[in-house]
């Protein structure tokens, strides 16, 4: 980290650490504070693409950047979607994001070219549906018919959930980071906030219709199509636990996915 905070004039503002994906430290920028980052992973050094592209217009704003090395604002507020969701705030909470993905999707820039198309996103998933049928094929028949009906697709965050947009103060407000490399339907940047922070219980389906009835007055989306995508979403995340060999990780998504399907989300029909 030392030869690029020489490189830019920053300040140590704390201890380094690493993700499995990044190098990260807090730093000082003319005094203001920052986060350098070092992406080790290809897709990440996307996700810094996608950021700069965004310009700090519902995303964290790139203050530099050279090759995989980032220098990004930081967020300094106290509050926490996560918090919000533990202590009885979920519908702000909820409201939030819905606001940050209007403002990340209503973006006016030609996007960047590269972006992979969301089909992509959900080959794991078909083949999950091949090789274990039940609610990972019911899941793949709702994704197909939402991927074939998608209209003017535009960049998504792809990860928007409580954990990826944080309070960055009064002046910047609640803001993304970590974006993918991903392109399609807003949709799904919408039920990508439909696993964290629920949990496996009783009050999973009662919690999830009470964040569709949220996220659909806020986003503008038809409930029913809402639904079918967390169905897609929550079947395809839960198919990447499969692929990584984390099959306790799967039955959250999966439970998700359960009570979507209750809830009649295979019923949508474009």
Known sequence: MRPWRRHWGLQAD???????????????????PAMLKLAYDPEERWGGVLTRWWDGDGAARVLASEGHVLLIERATGRDSLLAMASDGRDDRACRILCEVARRLHAHPAVPPDGLQPLSMYFESLAQAARDHGGLYARAWRIAEGLL???????PLHGDLHHENVLDFGPQRGWLAIDPKRVIGDR?????????DPLQLGRELPRRLERRLQVVAETSGLAPARLLAWIAAQQGVSAAWHLEDDEPEQAQLPLSVLAAALALGADGYAG
């Open 14 to 32: 704390g201890a380094a650490f690493d993700t499995p994906s990044s190098a990260l430290q807090p730093v000082l920028h003319a005094g203001a």
């Open 148 to 154: 074939q009906a998608t209209v003017d697709p535009v």
């Open 187 to 195: 949709g799904y940047d919408h039920a990508t906030l439909f696993g």
